[in-house]
Structure formats: structure tokens, C-alpha cells
């Protein structure tokens, strides 16, 4: 059990990683011009990168319990 919760703290970990990259390319791209000559954000990248961190935190919470449950029955 404990070897299952280390897998799926290390994807958890991949997927966090992956997210804030994603976040922090879009801090730096360019804005999108609108037709109006106005500039907007692309909100795409940060939709995804919030979806991905909620994933990585449901994984990291069933990594947590796994690996409770392996110190309570071993």
C-alpha cells in the first residue's frame, strides 16, 4: 500500500510541477488584442492549470490516505 501512495505522490508532484509551469508561461505571454484594439488575456492555459492542480490535489489526498492507512496496518 505504502509503494501505491509513493505513486501517486510522485504523479501528484508531476502534475503540480506541469501546472505551475503552464501558470507561469502565461504570466509572461503576450495579451490578446481584441477587435476593438483593446488587450485581453488568453484565460485557456489558466483554466487549464487550475484543473490540473485540482487534480493533483485529489490524487495527493488519496496518496495521503493510503499511506495512513499503511502506518495503521502495516
Known amino acids: ?3 501505491v501512495a509513493r505513486i501517486l ?16 508561461n502565461r504570466l ?10 483593446q ?8 483554466t487549464l492549470a487550475i484543473t490540473l492542480l485540482m487534480v493533483a490535489f485529489g490524487i495527493s489526498a488519496v496518496a495521503a490516505v493510503l499511506a495512513i492507512g499503511g502506518w495503521i496496518a502495516p
Do not use: H, T, Y
Open 28 to 37: 509572461r505571454g503576450p495579451l490578446l488584442e481584441r477587435l476593438d484594439g
Open 39 to 46: 488587450r485581453a488575456s488568453n484565460a485557456a492555459p489558466a
Open 9 to 24: 505522490a510522485f504523479a501528484s508532484v508531476v502534475l503540480m510541477a506541469i501546472s505551475f509551469a503552464i501558470w507561469s
Open 1 to 3: 500500500m505504502s509503494e
